[in-house]
């Protein structure tokens, strides 16, 4: 006995520097962060005030993907009732970027698609504006997989403690870490029965998870009961039992792993813990187990067995009620659909981009570890509505052209014109599927897109042309020096004689677009391109006028931000702020705008946009939307038809779609045909708002004779007459059209103007007085061009020759 | 074997004694700091439009990142009688940082309630101090009326006084654009403009 009390105490010394060792270890991953915390990703918050755009269906819509329950009275949170047009919700509560926004009891009033009013469901007082939670719509996760949502011990509802501890740990709150019972019944049915029955206690599965290898000996099984014996004594039991809540792992997804109460609540059941009935607490509690085989999406007759073999334990033991049980038990397992699968989350395409801008200014682990809350301009519905029509819309195409199913891909951004918002992104056919991002990647070639800055450009030379302005639309032939000529010919092979401006964009025709880029001059049309936002540097080559530049659909999308904003550009944006795990916003991402090209011009454009619509080669949107809504926007086909583009804006979105294949074959599709239909599903459904474009003050009106541009002549008489076009002011046409004559070119006042006494020269502003602006190699007297319609002709020969 | 185990456990307890104040692990370095930009992600592949940011401290002026328009400077815009952009006559300045703000009485768009209830509050915002918190939720009512004058007009105000000078040109532009027939709210504008360009 001696001899033993002296080899204990001789063993107790290594003993209590190893039990040391381990509390130090304890402490020190215990006390410090405890998990990597990977950044949350938000959508925009639906904004709810009387006027706002909400339909009914929206409404309804947005409640269903934040996981509000609809029920008959609305008097939980998370839940809504619906009467007609009025909505009675009861929201969450949430903090978001500019602030905490309490719990409320509402009442929502919509009539004719939009908000009549708000008011408090209780008091029935009017509210100015409220805000639902935005949407998560998305995590920035380890490369360990793990994803999980961190629980504080007040988190925790009572039921869920209650059901744990029932489960898995009955003396939890008696035990010291350990349960010598708990060890022993263990033991003897292992040994007696021949049957594994767990002994852990909860502090045991929690050391067991977090600080040690899942390894089985019983070297690790001792370390594993002499950390829980220290974690139990120097820490409480709801920070423990808190701390087990987060760790444990109960759900695959993909790649990513689900750990944690509050992650598992948002995985299978799409609403926040607090708001989780008996039924629910029973199933995830039951999955703790084994995760995999009472899986409740793969294996949901297991674990329908599983949980109410719960719910009969917390009947039996007293925790619940016989007849709450009962009524569990009849319960569904009320599992939501599984979102789709990978790192993207249900939105890979937005995710994709929103990552690749927080790329720039984070490290990788300060994304998946900081706890970052990350709040975006994402809208779900613009984006679920938008997905909804494309499929559709390309089976549909490739029957009608007789295509081989499945190779028509697509790609679309949509964003607000005024402050550059990315609301949603398409990256390609099958929706939530986190493939090739042809939205962000695909650099196709733009064709007609890029008209509008050729005749942006033009415009912004008054002297030389305005929307009545006749343009040569003849076969056009350029030469230049080592190079073989060439000759783009229209879409429909014909020549159009002379069209005015504004009809030769209209309808697209290359041979006129041609003739006006070379006579404003390449490099003059690459510097609007780069004002509206292209990035890149292509060959200032003839080409370019009609499109053979290549751009992704968002860097197109920027192009029409600008010309949408009356010639602001704002970098597009998809995300506003990023806040810290303290609610500290640790970054902004302001709207910034920069006046890029002159208002009056932009204008202009707009205008013959519109008359895309109203006339050219996107009249399918007058009878697919409301003519009303005033739209503007410009077909794109490429060579062979191997790319179809639509760009287009209303007062509210400004939307570009692309519509082709991967392997770059000919996808028999022009911008008209393809895109443009697409495009007008996608719209329509938003209800765009009509575009009312701000007439900017040096912007007047004149009555023009629409055959030659001049001023409407009222003598003529016979003629059908005048039109009223808008023109930079003080470049009205100053000629009246002579009767009978209408192919004459229309000089403008201020060219007419040109060295005649009392004009001063060099200093008005004006370009061809201007030594700086117009260099000489292409300075034409205007005289000369009014005098031949062939003028342009003879000035292209005149550079190519 | 019991007396190890209560030998163990009395060890233990010496040991819990003598580790109650043991340090608790340092907390990473703060990674960020309001505002910072950390580190150098990887580049994208993709050639995305700059996207302009802030913090409390702005290290780089939003806008900075613009091409300057070459047609913009050699070919002015078309000479006006009712010139948008650029003050009739040169209002006297006001003086001081701050640019009071301007009546809207005149101005054709009338404000609703959601708007204007974000306006208060980041006046309110602004007086606090909290400018950046007023620039986002003025960006927030804009989100709601994009087109209303009196909201352009407020970011404007809020970035001059912030020194964002560039920036308050254009907001104060494009809020007389937007300004119809508001005389008062546009000449508050070109003093905002002025302003911010004797800043410059």
């Known amino acids: 006995m001696k001899v033993m009390l002296i080899l204990l105490l001789i063993a107790a010394v290594p003993m209590g520097t190893y039990m040391m060792q381990l509390s130090d270890e304890i402490t020190t991953s215990f006390e410090g962060q405890r998990w990597a915390i990977p950044a949350r990703v938000y959508s925009r918050s639906m904004e709810l005030y009387a006027g706002a755009p909400v339909s009914t269906q929206r409404l309804a819509d947005e409640l269903n993907y934040l996981g509000y329950r609809k029920v008959s009275q609305a008097d939980t949170t998370g839940t809504w009732a619906m009467n007609g047009g009025r909505f009675m919700l009861r929201s969450r509560p949430f903090t978001s970027w500019d602030g905490a926004e309490p719990e409320r009891a509402l009442d929502v009033r919509i009539s004719g698609g939009k908000v009549s009013s708000v008011a408090d469901l ?290 679309a951004v949509i964003t607000t014109p005024q402050n550059g918002e990315i609301l949603a992104v398409i990256g390609g056919r099958r929706a939530g599927y986190a493939g090739f991002n042809r939205a962000l990647d695909a650099t196709r070639q733009i064709g007609s897109l890029v008209k509008p800055a050729v005749y942006l450009t033009a415009l912004q030379y008054p002297d030389r042309y305005a929307l009545s302005t006749i343009l040569d639309d003849s076969k056009v032939v350029l030469r230049n020096s080592g190079s073989k000529s060439w000759s783009p010919a229209n879409y429909d092979h014909k020549d159009h004689g002379h069209v005015p401006l504004e009809r030769a964009l209209a309808k697209s025709y290359n041979q006129a677009t041609v003739r006006l880029g070379m006579d404003i001059g390449v490099d003059r049309v690459m510097t609007t391109l ?272 | 074997m019991k007396l190890l185990i209560v030998a163990a456990l009395l060890l233990f307890i010496v040991q819990l004694a003598g580790c109650t104040n043991s340090t608790p692990r340092v907390k990473p370095a703060p990674v960020y700091q309001h505002g910072e930009r950390v580190g150098g992600g990887s580049t994208s592949a993709l050639e995305m439009p700059e996207v302009g940011t802030e913090g409390d401290e702005y290290g780089e002026e939003p806008g900075e990142e613009y091409r300057v328009s070459e047609l913009q400077s050699e070919v002015p815009q078309a000479p006006t009688s009712a010139p948008v952009t650029e003050p009739a006559d040169g209002p006297s300045l006001a003086g001081g940082e701050q640019v009071a703000y301007a009546g809207s009485s005149g101005s054709d768009a009338s404000m609703g309630k959601a708007a204007n209830s974000l306006l208060q509050k980041a006046e309110a915002q602004q007086q606090a101090g909290d400018l950046n918190g007023a620039a986002s939720t003025l960006e927030r009512a804009v989100g709601i009326e994009a087109r209303n004058p009196v909201l352009w007009n407020r970011l404007a105000n809020v970035r001059l006084q912030q020194g964002h000078n560039d920036l308050a040109v254009e907001f104060a532009s494009k809020s007389s654009e937007f300004a119809g027939s508001d005389e008062n709210l546009k000449h508050n504008n070109s003093q905002i403009i002025d302003m911010a360009k004797a800043a410059q």
């Open chain 1, 530 to 801: 780069h004002a509206l936002g292209m990035s890149s540097e292509p060959d200032p080559l003839p080409s370019l006028l009609l499109g053979a530049v290549n751009m992704t659909p968002l860097e197109v999308t920027q192009l029409y931000q600008t010309i949408a904003a009356g010639g602001y550009r704002s970098p597009l944006r998809a995300i506003r702020e990023v806040m810290g795990p303290d609610e500290k916003i640790l970054k902004r991402y302001p709207l910034t705008i920069k006046r890029t090209i002159p208002a009056g011009p932009v204008y202009l454009v707009s205008r013959a946009m519109q008359s895309v619509v109203t006339q050219g080669t996107a009249r399918y949107l007058l009878n697919a939307l409301p003519s009303s809504l005033n739209l503007a926007g410009k077909t794109g086909t490429t060579d062979n038809l191997r790319d179809s583009w639509f760009a287009g804006f209303s007062s509210d979105y400004v939307t570009v779609v692309w519509v082709g294949r991967d392997d770059n074959k000919p996808a028999g599709l022009s911008g008209s045909s393809g895109a443009l239909r697409v495009w007008a599903d996608m719209m329509k459904p938003l209800n765009p708002s009509p575009l009312d474009l701000v007439v900017p003050g040096t912007i007047e009106m004149a009555r023009v004779d629409p055959g030659s541009g001049m001023l409407f002549n009222p003598y003529c008489g016979g003629k059908g007459g005048g039109v009223d076009k808008p023109f930079l002011r003080g470049y009205t046409p100053y000629q009246e059209a002579s009767c009978g004559s209408d192919h004459l070119l229309a000089p403008s006042r201020a060219s007419s103007q040109r060295g005649q006494p009392g004009r001063g020269s060099g200093d008005d502003g004006h370009p061809d007085f201007n030594g700086n602006s117009w260099d000489n190699r292409r300075y034409r007297p205007p005289q000369k061009r009014n005098q031949s319609s062939d003028g342009l002709g003879g000035f292209l020969r005149g550079i190519f020759e």
């Open chain 1, 122 to 411: 209780v008091s029935g007082k009017e509210l100015d504006l409220v805000r639902l939670e935005p949407l998560e719509i998305g995590s920035i996760y380890p490369r360990d997989n793990e994803d999980r949502v961190i629980l504080a011990p007040g988190d925790i509802p009572d039921l869920l403690k209650k059901t744990l501890t029932t489960i898995e740990d009955r003396r939890y709150y008696e035990h010291f870490g350990i349960d010598p019972r708990g060890i022993t019944r263990a033991a003897f049915s292992t040994l007696v029965k021949g049957r594994t029955e767990g002994g852990s206690t909860i502090t045991q599965q929690l050391v067991k998870n977090y600080f040690l290898t899942p390894r089985r000996d019983l070297k690790r099984k001792s370390k594993e009961a002499l950390m829980a014996i220290i974690l139990d004594a120097k820490y409480d039991k709801e920070d423990i039992l808190a701390a087990y809540a987060n760790e444990i792992y109960l759900g695959q997804d993909g790649n990513r792993e689900i750990h944690g109460f509050g992650l598992a609540s948002e995985f299978f059941f799409g609403v926040p813990l607090a708001e989780l009935e008996l039924h629910q607490v029973a199933l995830m509690v039951g999955l703790i187990k084994a995760p995999s085989t009472y899986n409740p999406r793969r294996n949901p007759e297991n674990a329908l067995k599983r949980r109410n073999l719960v719910l009969d334990v917390l009947a039996q033991q007293g925790v619940v009620s016989e007849g709450t049980v009962a009524v569990a038990k009849e319960k569904p397992l009320g599992v939501v659909d599984k979102k789709p699968t990978g790192q993207g989350g249900r939105f890979p395409a937005f995710m994709d981009l929103v990552k690749r801008q927080l790329r720039r200014d984070y490290q990788p682990e300060d994304l998946t570890s900081e706890g970052l809350r990350i709040f975006t301009t994402f809208d779900p519905w613009v984006q679920k509505t938008a997905e909804n029509n494309v499929q559709k819309r390309l089976q549909q195409l490739e029957k009608q052209k007789g295509l081989p199913k499945g190779k028509l891909e697509v790609a």
